[in-house]
């Protein structure tokens, strides 16, 4: 069976782009509005000959706080019981939020491989903002930009290393 990665933060740190720039096509509804992708998308992706699927979670927005926080929790419990590797996306533009921390504790404690994301890394004045994500205990922060696909091919090569 081929491995399964599943891409996981909280709403708009930019999973979907993510999603479609792996996958090579545009599968995944990318929105401003945080939250937009309500049900999970699964395909099929390579990175230098090795196959795996890939997975896209949503959540549902929520006005409330807690909820928004319990979605968020939920679709990382599902994706953990699922993959192999999870690729934990974060927003580099944005820092360290309450989510991010919540995830990270979910993650760490399932103790599955975690290839952290920086994303919206445009440009590489903003590289200095990705160092502030080693505090968040899940290792080495990459970063990437699902905008101008830069980044993904070492983060890719990071994710099939646990394969
Ligand atoms: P999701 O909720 O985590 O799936 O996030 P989306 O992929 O829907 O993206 C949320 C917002 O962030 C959208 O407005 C995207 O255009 C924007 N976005 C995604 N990736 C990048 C990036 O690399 N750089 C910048 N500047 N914006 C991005
Ligand atoms: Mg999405």
Same mark, same amino acid.
């Given at each position: 069976?081929?491995?399964?990665?599943?891409?996981?933060?909280?709403?708009?740190? &930019?999973?979907?782009?993510?999603?479609?720039?792996?996958?090579?096509?545009?599968?995944?509804?990318?929105?401003?509005?945080?939250?937009?992708? !309500?049900? !999970?998308?699964?395909?099929?992706?390579?990175?230098?000959?090795?196959? %795996?699927?890939?997975? #896209?979670?949503? &959540?549902?927005? %929520?006005?409330?706080?807690?909820?928004?926080? #319990?979605?968020? !929790?939920?679709?990382?419990?599902?994706?953990?019981? +699922?993959?192999?590797?999870?690729?934990?996306?974060?927003? &580099?533009?944005?820092?360290?939020?309450?989510? #991010?921390?919540?995830?990270?504790?979910?993650?760490? !404690?399932?103790?599955?491989?975690?290839?952290?994301?920086?994303?919206?890394?445009?440009?590489?004045?903003?590289?200095? #903002?990705?160092?502030?994500?080693?505090?968040?205990?899940?290792?080495?922060?990459?970063?990437?930009? &699902?905008?101008?696909?830069?980044?993904?091919?070492?983060?890719?090569? +990071?994710?099939?290393?646990?394969?």
């Amino acid at each position: 069976a081929n491995p399964v990665v599943a891409i996981v933060g909280r709403p708009n740190v &930019g999973k979907s782009t993510l999603f479609n720039r792996i996958v090579g096509e545009r599968l995944a509804i990318v929105e401003d509005v945080p939250g937009v992708t !309500r049900d !999970r998308l699964y395909s099929k992706a390579e990175w230098l000959g090795k196959s %795996f699927y890939l997975i #896209d979670t949503g &959540g549902i927005a %929520f006005d409330d706080h807690d909820a928004l926080i #319990d979605s968020i !929790r939920h679709q990382a419990e599902l994706a953990i019981d +699922e993959a192999d590797v999870i690729i934990f996306v974060v927003d &580099g533009t944005v820092g360290i939020t309450e989510e #991010d921390q919540s995830v990270a504790r979910m993650l760490f !404690r399932s103790k599955k491989p975690i290839v952290l994301a920086v994303n919206k890394i445009d440009n590489t004045k903003r590289l200095h #903002d990705i160092y502030e994500f080693y505090s968040l205990g899940v290792g080495e922060p990459y970063p990437v930009s &699902g905008a101008h696909a830069t980044g993904i091919g070492d983060l890719l090569d +990071e994710v099939i290393k646990h394969f």
